[in-house]
């Protein structure tokens, strides 16, 4: 116990001391394994959904995925996700604009008739790692 308590002091003091901290994230209810996560940090409101400012891909192999973010600048981050299930690289969606692949934002907020806005999916971080579980949403048939 002494020494996980070693551990986390000097995780948190590593942090301090370098102005930087860690983001992880866990997606869940990802419909397939098939095709790619796309995660999305935005650190500007005028660039949410338009300019990422740190991205990362990873393999839908199950019905979880973790991704982690290391060395992030403490601040705030918008979180935008699609499952792009065909790795077309874009969020596929009907006639209509509903999505037919799979998405979720930070803090699993939601829009009405369309994406919610930064201030509802973006989190702060400072020195402390943060950690967040998004549920992946289906609307349209993929």
Known sequence: MK?????????LFSAL??????????????REPKGTIRVGLYNKEEDFLKKIYQGKL????????????DSLPP???GISIVHDENENEVLDANKFGIPKEGYCFGNNALGKFGPPSYDKVK??????????????????QG
């Open 3 to 11: 020494k996980l308590i070693t551990l986390c002091l000097f995780i």
């Open 17 to 30: 001391a370098f102005g930087q901290t860690s983001l992880t994230i866990t997606v869940k209810n990802i």
């Open 58 to 69: 990873v393999k839908a192999v199950g019905t979880e995925v973790t991704v982690v973010f």
């Open 75 to 77: 601040g705030e981050y």
């Open 123 to 140: 989190i702060k971080l400072d020195a402390v790692p943060v950690t967040q579980t998004l549920t992946m949403k289906y609307l349209g």
